[in-house]
Nanobody, 128 residues
Framework: ELVESGGGSVQPGGSLRLSCAAS????????MGWFRQSPGKEREGVAG????????YADSVKDRFTISKDAAKNTTLYLQMNNLRPEDTATYYC???????????????????????WGKGTLVTISS
């Protein structure tokens, strides 16, 4: 099971930190990532982190978002989001996939199909 938290409403330029608590079988999966979906748009991969800690980001969030995980237990995934923009408004989903995939899988086209487990999402709204 994956459970996201930390969503909310902030002004442009603000920051939020999303968390994803993993339990059960998902705790042993190694590729993890954040996806987002806005109304009328397809789900897109935002950031991924693989079993050895390599990270990948979508171009739209590079240098603003940072993905990380609890190194001790690999059971909590984070997404630090800085300098938020109105176009970052979306529902953000945590996902977990097979450990033999690399972080780039998350942000590649159709990356969502590589993931096996999904959270229910947390809403992030950027508005002045």
């Amino acid at each position: 099971e994956l459970v996201e938290s930390g969503g909310g409403s902030v002004q442009p330029g603000g920051s939020l930190r999303l968390s994803c608590a993993a339990s059960g079988h998902t705790g042993s999966r190694y590729l993890m990532g954040w996806f987002r979906q806005s109304p009328g748009k397809e789900r897109e991969g935002v950031a991924g982190i693989d079993s050895v800690g390599r990270t990948s980001y979508a171009d739209s969030v590079k240098d603003r978002f940072t993905i990380s995980k609890d190194a001790a237990k690999n059971t909590t995934l984070y997404l630090q989001m800085n300098n938020l923009r109105p176009e970052d408004t979306a529902t953000y989903y945590c996902a977990a996939g097979p450990g033999d995939w690399t972080s780039g899988t998350v942000v590649a086209p159709n990356g969502e199909y590589a993931m096996d487990y999904w959270g229910k999402g947390t809403l992030v709204t950027i508005s002045s």
